[in-house]
C-alpha cells in the first residue's frame, strides 16, 4: 500500500504564501511521478501541477508563475510553494502518484485564501 502524507495548509490572506508538504515511502518517491491535486466546493478536482523523479515539473496556466515544486529527497518529501495566493486558490490540496499497482491520493490539505 502507498501512503502519501500531506501537511502545510491552513488559512491566509490574498497575496500572501503557503508551503505544502507530501511525504511518501522511498520507493514512491524515487521512481514515480508526484502531483498536487485541488478540489475546491462545488468544482472536480484539478491539476495543479507535477514532478517527474528526474525533477521535471509541470503547472495548470492557472497556477504559472505563483506555484513552484521542489522535492527533498533525503527526506522523501515534494513540497508545494504557493506564493501570491488568491481568494480562488482556496480548495482542499492532495497529493497524487501513480504507480505499477495503482492510483493513490493522500488525505488532502485544507487552503483557505481570504480577500
Known amino acids: 500500500q502507498v501512503q502519501l502524507v500531506e501537511s502545510g495548509g491552513g488559512s491566509v490572506q490574498a497575496g500572501g504564501s503557503l508551503r505544502l508538504s507530501c511525504t511518501t515511502s522511498?520507493?514512491?518517491?524515487?521512481?514515480?511521478?508526484l502531483g498536487w491535486y485541488r478540489q475546491a466546493p462545488g468544482k472536480q478536482r484539478e491539476l495543479v501541477g507535477t514532478?517527474?523523479?528526474?525533477?521535471?515539473?509541470n503547472f495548470a496556466d492557472s497556477v504559472k508563475g505563483r506555484f513552484t515544486i521542489s522535492r527533498d529527497n533525503a527526506k522523501n518529501t515534494m513540497y508545494l510553494q504557493m506564493n501570491s495566493l488568491k481568494p480562488e486558490d482556496t480548495a482542499v490540496y492532495y497529493c497524487?502518484?501513480?504507480?505499477?499497482?495503482?492510483?493513490?491520493w493522500g488525505p488532502g490539505t485544507q487552503v483557505t485564501v481570504s480577500s
Open positions: 497524487h502518484t501513480e504507480t505499477i499497482i495503482g492510483v493513490f
Open positions: 522511498k520507493t514512491v518517491f524515487i521512481y514515480n511521478t
Open positions: 514532478m517527474t523523479p528526474e525533477g521535471r515539473t
